[in-house]
């Protein structure tokens, strides 16, 4: 693999302490100012890696490798690194809480939101104070991450600094209960006629030879009556009133379409969410209908709640764990339903018709790739077999050669914009905040970053050697355009992104952006874990290395009948160290066959001089 996340990683480190200086007169500004995202995101980039690679932990002063206090050192000492870290997390914190408000934490946005390509005019104030899904998710990942390196620093930490580690997980606490609560009022069903435009695009989506009949509606319905019959659990016995009343129309009525998910916030009219200790129910603005863009970032945060590790480490409270089953509910609905839509049909799936159309009739490659991120994790869950596998892998393929990441791009090449500036998205509701204000969208402009990071995941998925050699070759042309993008002048040299310096027809930028940058590192992240898992055993290399086996066996147990294992001490040494060998050949075989071979053939090599040896003495 090209990436080497242990070094690239530290590097980005470097790059954060050489353009943020010293912790106590910390720059967190990006190309976008501050907002409760991009502050986020920035101390991701310092506190995601050591939980990936556990090499690079600086939470246990006495074991922080030199290179890791080379990249920290405008963080001080080992022991001052932690501590550091601790306080700017406070420093976030306390930020972004609104004291006039019970010190419930808000999730602005900021200059994150822009008005629409051919308007000139400014958001409003109100509108930079919105709060969107994508703040909610990253919160998520956040919180959990805190609480996790707070976890491991708590017991080296000093007795009077107990104190504060203590102060800045409760407010962490409070911060993931009231991001988990919103993240669940802004799930939506909208359902629409068959018929309908809506409809018909979705038909079209799914088989754009047939297109709409109602023939295949009533296909669509039965392949999604699992999602049906999730979200009249998720509506529960509620008279009436947001989504209960889409579900009791769309159970009633066969003849209607939907769609689930995430839409960009609080969605307007949703019910509060009750916990033990708050009611949350600021207002919201947001349609009710998904965002694709959105659903992946909700579905990518909250499956942070759900990972292995947070269970085991005890990470939620009660409170925290009652939101978590209504959010994996709404999380595996939203993805078996765009899974569904994804791969229906016995031959050529939706999924494979590039670029993906939304409902509203919108077509963009992006969109297709975020539509795979949920089909991926789908066949991973069903074990899929490796033909579904190369199909989607051959998506990933085409996807990189239409973004211009493996190709020259044409003069004047409209999937540049895919790059630089993004596509843009309308959040409809969002001009309705405050009388007069502009519409206003988001920007989706992360492509590379997101070919990346899918294709190392799906590359650990496969089993096949050439089919994750194929992915593997990808990974390694997009991190080379990746690369290749970092900043090259300014404090802010070695962080992302500027993509001028590939497609020299784009605007150059000078300034970082802890948005993309933050991705960069969840890639290297990615690919830490694909290195440290085991490679997937070959089907035929796991055959010769077993008969390999079955060989050096015989010959092992010939010698012994020899009574070679009785001969002087080099002997009883050789036979000791053959039986050891072939033992632990035997525990490889199952995973690293190669391995195990190369063991195997060893031992045969030194059985084979023994039996040559005793010919030359019968010779003699």
Not at 126 to 137: F, K, N, R, T
Not at 342 to 349: L, M, P, Y
Not at 422 to 428: A, S
Not at 468 to 489: E, M, Q
Request: glycine share 6%.
């Amino acid at each position: 693999m090209r990436l080497q996340p242990r070094q690239e990683l530290l590097s980005v480190w470097k790059s954060i302490s050489r353009y943020c200086g010293s912790p106590d007169s910390f720059f967190w500004d990006d190309r976008a100012g501050r907002n409760s995202i991009s502050d986020s995101e920035l101390l991701l980039c310092l506190l995601l890696p050591p939980q990936k690679l556990p090499g690079i932990r600086y939470d246990r002063p006495d074991e922080t490798k030199p290179d890791v206090r080379a990249a920290l050192a405008a963080f001080g000492s080992p022991v001052e690194i932690p501590q550091k870290i601790v306080r700017l997390i406070a420093v976030y914190l306390n930020r972004y809480t609104d004291p006039q408000n019970d010190d419930l934490p808000v999730f602005t946005v900021g200059r994150y939101v822009s008005t629409a390509p051919d308007d000139d005019t400014e958001p409003t104030p109100e509108q930079e104070q919105l709060e969107v899904v994508d703040a909610y998710a990253t919160s998520v990942v956040f919180c959990v991450t805190v609480i996790h390196f707070l976890r491991g620093y708590r017991p080296q930490a000093r007795e009077a600094f107990v104190k504060e580690i203590d102060e800045v997980e409760a407010k962490t606490r409070k911060r993931l209960t009231a991001a988990m609560a919103a993240l669940q009022r802004s799930f939506t069903i909208s359902v629409f006629p068959g018929d309908s435009r809506e409809g018909r695009a979705l038909c079209e989506t799914v088989s754009s030879e047939e297109g709409y009949s109602p023939a295949l509606v009533g296909r669509l319905r039965q392949a999604l009556n699992d999602v049906t019959a999730g979200l009249r659990e998720l509506a529960g016995p509620r008279e009436g009133g947001g989504i209960a009343d889409d579900v009791a129309n769309l159970l009633a009525d066969r003849d209607l379409l939907f769609e689930c998910g995430w839409s960009w916030g609080i969605v307007k009219g949703a019910e509060p969410v009750k916990t033990l200790t708050t009611a949350y129910a600021q207002p919201g603005f947001a349609e009710s209908a998904p965002y694709l863009y959105f659903t992946v970032v909700a579905v990518d945060g909250i499956r942070d709640l759900l990972d292995t590790d947070t269970r085991l480490l005890g990470i939620l409270d009660q409170e925290q764990q009652d939101l978590a089953r209504t959010l994996q509910l709404q999380w595996e609905l939203a993805q078996r339903f765009w899974s569904t839509i994804a791969t229906f049909g016995s031959d050529r799936w939706p999924i494979e018709e590039l670029p993906w159309r939304t409902t509203d009739e919108e077509e963009s490659d992006y969109y297709s790739l975020l539509v795979f991120s949920l089909v991926r994790h789908s066949l991973a869950e069903r074990n899929a077999p490796e033909d579904e596998l190369r199909r989607i892998a051959k998506t990933l393929e085409d996807l990189a050669d239409r973004g211009r990441i493996r190709r020259r791009p044409l003069e004047n090449d409209p999937a540049l914009r895919l790059h630089q500036p993004g596509t843009w998205v309308r959040l409809v509701g969002a001009e309705t905040v405050v009388p007069g204000a502009p519409k206003v969208g988001w920007r989706l402009g992360e492509l590379a970053t997101l070919l990346l990071g899918r294709s190392l995941a799906l590359a650990g998925q496969v089993n096949d050697h050439q089919l994750r050699a194929r992915l593997l070759s990808l990974s390694d042309d997009v991190w080379r355009h990746l690369a290749r993008r970092r900043l090259r002048k300014g404090k802010g040299t070695g962080l992302w992104d500027n993509a001028s310096n590939v497609f020299t027809s784009l605007a150059p930028r000078e300034e970082p952006s802890w948005y993309f940058t933050n991705r960069v590192v969840q890639c290297m992240g990615t690919a830490a874990e694909l290195i440290r898992g085991e490679p997937p055993p070959g089907e035929g290399l796991a055959r010769l290395a077993s008969e390999l086996l079955i060989e050096a066996d015989d010959v092992f147990d010939e010698e012994l009948l020899r009574g070679s294992s009785e001969g002087g001490p080099a002997l009883r040494e050789s036979m000791s160290r053959q039986e050891s060998n072939l033992k632990r050949a035997r525990v490889l075989l199952p995973t690293r066959p190669g391995t195990s071979a190369a063991l195997v053939m060893e031992v045969l090599r030194e059985l084979d001089k023994l039996a040559a040896a005793r010919q030359r003495e019968v010779g003699d």
